[in-house]
């Protein structure tokens, strides 16, 4: 299991592909980076080089409950480091979902690094702003609260961790339950700023300032929304909007998996995007 060392945690990360452009794919939702295996073989066989990673507090890195800034800066300037210990800068950024948004805020935070965006499953509107923060705040604060840090490591989402990475128990274990709520709440009240549509906290302004060659294809649950595809395509200048033959559906939240019929098509159009727009890392 290749592991690197990264501000102060060990971060799980495969690379598909020896040769061509470089890209990082990046899952949504606090999922480790398995479910895009399939789907980066697909693009690395076109010629690329693709980064999956495990951002910490998911898959097999290590949990570390800790930090000033946002869980999702925390996670944008782990990877502006990978990248460059890999000798992989600058480098196509894309993902689903919260990689979809990781993508956008590391083009903000290290805009050097990055080639292009490739963006899918485009997070925004009122139910994602009403359904997430319990998905990845409220339900372990409140877990925390009422049966301290064994409640915690014993819900579904933490239980993975420590299966995942055993010393992951012992870290959790450590903790104050005040401390691990005290941080929780921070990420929770960073994730809750910003705008609700059509990117979930992110800026119209912060879009209609990215400069990097830009593709978008939009989603179609509830917590993804085609509108917010569409939108964020149009504030994006000189972005490309492309649109899988795909109707939205009265559902939640579709796994990425649900889009496997059409992963040949996107690794096409993403290779295609991609060479056209390619310049050498250094």
Same mark, same amino acid.
């Given at each position: 299991?290749?592991?690197?060392?990264?501000?102060?945690? @060990? %971060?799980?990360? !495969?690379?598909?592909?020896?040769?061509?452009?470089?890209?990082?794919? #990046? /899952?949504?939702?606090?999922?480790?980076?398995?479910?895009?295996?399939?789907?980066?073989?697909?693009?690395?066989?076109?010629? +690329?080089?693709?980064?999956?990673?495990?951002?910490?507090?998911?898959? &097999? &890195?290590?949990?570390?409950?800790?930090?000033?800034?946002?869980?999702?800066?925390?996670?944008?300037?782990?990877?502006? =480091?990978?990248?460059?210990?890999?000798?992989?800068?600058?480098?196509?950024?894309?993902?689903?979902?919260?990689?979809? !948004?990781? &993508?956008?805020? +590391?083009?903000?935070?290290?805009?050097?690094?990055? @080639?292009?965006?490739?963006?899918? !499953? %485009?997070?925004?509107?009122?139910?994602?702003?009403?359904?997430?923060?319990?998905?990845?705040?409220?339900?372990?604060? !409140?877990?925390?609260?009422?049966?301290?840090?064994?409640?915690?490591?014993?819900?579904?989402?933490?239980?993975?961790? #420590?299966?995942?990475?055993?010393?992951?128990?012992?870290?959790?274990?450590?903790?104050?339950?005040?401390?691990?709520?005290?941080?929780?709440?921070?990420?929770?009240?960073?994730?809750?700023?910003?705008?609700?549509?059509?990117?979930?906290?992110?800026?119209?302004?912060?879009?209609?300032?990215?400069?990097?060659? /830009? #593709?978008? =294809?939009?989603?179609?649950?509830? /917590?993804?929304? &085609?509108?917010?595809?569409?939108? /964020?395509?149009?504030?994006?200048?000189?972005?490309?909007?492309?649109?899988?033959?795909?109707?939205? @559906? $009265?559902?939640?939240?579709?796994? +990425?998996? $649900?889009?496997?019929?059409?992963?040949?098509?996107?690794?096409? =159009? +993403?290779?295609?995007?991609?060479?056209?727009?390619?310049?050498?890392?250094?």
């Amino acid at each position: 299991m290749p592991l690197m060392s990264v501000r102060d945690v @060990q %971060i799980h990360y !495969r690379v598909l592909g020896d040769h061509g452009p470089w890209l990082a794919l #990046i /899952t949504g939702g606090r999922r480790g980076f398995n479910e895009f295996v399939a789907f980066a073989e697909k693009i690395a066989a076109k010629g +690329f080089r693709v980064l999956l990673h495990d951002r910490r507090n998911t898959g &097999s &890195s290590d949990v570390l409950i800790a930090g000033e800034d946002g869980e999702e800066e925390i996670w944008a300037d782990d990877l502006a =480091v990978l990248l460059q210990k890999l000798q992989a800068r600058p480098a196509f950024i894309g993902g689903t979902s919260s990689g979809a !948004r990781l &993508s956008m805020l +590391f083009n903000q935070r290290h805009p050097q690094a990055v @080639q292009g965006l490739l963006l899918m !499953r %485009i997070t925004g509107g009122a139910f994602a702003a009403d359904r997430l923060p319990e998905t990845y705040y409220q339900q372990f604060i !409140r877990a925390a609260e009422q049966g301290g840090m064994q409640a915690v490591c014993e819900t579904e989402q933490y239980r993975e961790r #420590i299966q995942a990475n055993p010393a992951n128990l012992q870290r959790l274990m450590a903790m104050e339950p005040a401390q691990y709520t005290q941080v929780m709440n921070h990420w929770l009240r960073i994730f809750l700023k910003g705008p609700r549509e059509p990117v979930l906290g992110m800026e119209e302004d912060v879009m209609r300032a990215i400069r990097v060659p /830009t #593709i978008v =294809v939009p989603g179609n649950d509830k /917590t993804h929304a &085609s509108v917010n595809g569409r939108a /964020t395509a149009a504030l994006i200048p000189g972005s490309i909007l492309y649109e899988l033959p795909l109707q939205d @559906q $009265d559902v939640p939240v579709l796994p +990425f998996s $649900d889009w496997a019929p059409h992963e040949d098509t996107l690794a096409e =159009v +993403f290779a295609e995007f991609m060479h056209s727009h390619e310049k050498a890392a250094v």
